[in-house]
């Protein structure tokens, strides 16, 4: 089967090549892909800027439809449709944080698409526990999508703490901080959105998708426009989606004394900002990376009531061969979620 392979470490060293179909043992499940999301990780593993372990196939945001059960799985069928949690396929099961259920931070930790073979390919192979069922009316391309909005339900819903007539701040309209909106949204809370020349379509998607105010910090005053729509006081929760330095001045500026931050955005280097803020303001603040099973069960039932859609961040869908173009549409913000069809 054909398959997107990093094949050595060092910038690049990406490219389709033909691998041999995995098998499905006895206690496995086998998939066919129907769609996979091109992911911000998968940028950083083409780069080198992300940890892997090539050979390696890329790609972990996926829908997929059973071909083959082991003969121990019980449960399962062929043509059961099901989103796979990819970041727990391996993990020691033994540590502190493994039986506390926030395997994200097991120390032996791999994840599908940089640390096991993962999804940008025919078929995959996986344990029964890392298949969620998705909801009948939920099309399989929405469902390659349910990954990075587990990873939206985490940040907003299990560490963010909001409040009926909270003011909140969304810097960075990619399709994480999208997908923190429409969470936002759906809860009735007010939200600005914040971001740069390089954002005017997914600015004018917020703005379909329920922000209050959408702000091009480039040619507007972020803090007066968050003033004027909190009375002065700032916002009471912020959640910094770009990863970007600029972002995180913006925000510690425009959040209020006593208010939220949520870390959602990963940088891939160092930066700098004015810490003292979060002292004299007395911020609190919360880092957020991947999500738990409870989240992914949560996810699953915000969709299933089927108040919250995803399809319209979806703005391509490719062939697998046609991966350089989704990588290079990812890379100048053309693109908000590009799917790959193998």
């Known amino acids: 089967m054909k398959a997107l392979v990093?094949?050595?470490?060092?910038?690049?060293?990406?490219?389709?090549r033909e691998v041999e179909d995995p098998r499905c043992g006895a206690d496995l499940v086998k998939l066919q892909v129907a769609w996979c999301g091109i992911c911000g990780t998968d940028l950083h593993v083409y780069h080198d800027r992300f940890r892997s372990f090539p050979p390696v196939i890329l790609g972990h945001e996926t829908s997929a439809t059973i071909v083959e059960a082991g003969k121990n799985v019980r449960g399962l069928a062929p043509g059961e449709r099901f989103c796979i949690l990819g970041a727990s396929a391996v993990t020691c099961g033994r540590c502190l944080y493994c039986r506390q259920g926030q395997f994200?931070?097991?120390?032996?930790?791999?994840?599908?698409?940089?640390?096991?073979?993962?999804?940008?390919?025919?078929y995959v192979v996986v344990r029964p526990d890392q298949?969620?069922?998705?909801?009948?009316?939920?099309?399989?391309?929405?469902?390659?999508?349910?990954?990075p909005f587990a990873a939206a339900v985490h940040a907003v819903c299990d560490l963010t703490p909001l409040r009926a007539g909270d003011v909140a701040l969304i810097s960075g309209p990619g399709p994480?901080?999208?997908?923190?909106?429409?969470?936002?949204?759906a809860e009735g809370i007010k939200t600005i959105v914040a971001g740069t020349d390089a954002d005017l379509s997914r600015l004018e998607l917020a703005r379909r998708i329920g922000a209050h105010v959408v702000v091009k910090v480039n040619q507007q005053d972020l803090l007066s426009i968050v003033h004027a729509e909190t009375g002065g006081l700032g916002a009471d929760v912020v959640l910094e989606c770009a990863g970007a330095a600029s972002s995180v001045r913006s925000c510690l500026d425009a959040i209020r004394p006593l208010g939220h931050y949520t870390q959602v955005g990963h940088f891939g280097k160092e930066v700098t900002a004015p810490l003292d803020h979060i002292a004299f303001k007395q911020i609190r603040i919360a880092g957020s990376v991947g999500y738990t099973v409870a989240t992914w069960m949560r996810m699953l039932n915000i969709l299933e009531q089927g108040k919250i859609r995803l399809g319209d961040v979806i703005t391509h869908k490719l062939a697998l061969d046609d991966w350089q173009k989704g990588f290079a549409a990812c890379e100048d913000k053309s693109a908000l979620k590009v799917l790959l069809q193998p």
Do not use: D, S, Y
């Open 176 to 185: 994480i901080g999208l997908l923190c909106l429409k969470l936002l949204a």
């Open 104 to 122: 994200m931070f097991c120390q032996e930790r791999r994840g599908m698409g940089h640390g096991v073979n993962g999804a940008f390919t025919r």
């Open 131 to 147: 298949l969620f069922r998705l909801p009948a009316e939920l099309p399989l391309e929405e469902g390659a999508v349910c990954e």
């Open 6 to 16: 990093k094949f050595a470490r060092g910038p690049g060293n990406v490219e389709l």
